[in-house]
């Protein structure tokens, strides 16, 4: 979750992170504080509440909140369950 980073790709744009594919802006166009501050995919990632699944019921929600870019990859919403957290995969062998 985009708690305190980004990825700026070397053309300027900019996306949450390497795993999520996703375009900000760019910072040729808009300054990166601009883009951090108005986003509206930035702050439906800052916003935990909005987590669905596992992910909203998880003890680590607060540190953790999962790989949105891995959630989005296997489930096209960026709030769903990371399918691929050690949590739940662990719950899942037990």
Same mark, same amino acid.
């Given at each position: 979750? $985009? @708690?305190?980073? +980004?990825?700026?790709? $070397?053309?300027?744009?900019? *996306? $949450?992170?390497?795993? +999520?594919?996703?375009?900000?802006? /760019?910072?040729?166009?808009?300054? *990166?504080?601009?883009?951090? /501050? /108005? ?7 800052? @916003?935990? @509440? ?7 019921? =998880?003890?680590?929600?607060?540190? =953790?909140? %999962? =790989? ?8 096209? /919403? *960026?709030?769903?369950?990371?399918? %691929?957290?050690?949590? @739940?995969? %662990?719950?899942?062998?037990?």
């Amino acid at each position: 979750m $985009p @708690n305190g980073y +980004l990825t700026i790709l $070397p053309n300027g744009d900019v *996306i $949450p992170c390497m795993l +999520l594919q996703t375009k900000l802006g /760019n910072v040729r166009e808009k300054s *990166i504080t601009r883009i951090w /501050n /108005n986003s509206q995919i930035l702050s439906k990632l800052r @916003n935990r @509440n909005l987590l669905e699944g596992e992910c909203s019921r =998880c003890i680590y929600v607060d540190k =953790c909140a %999962g =790989c949105r870019g891995r959630a989005y990859e296997e489930t096209g /919403n *960026i709030m769903a369950t990371d399918p %691929g957290c050690w949590v @739940n995969i %662990g719950r899942k062998l037990l």
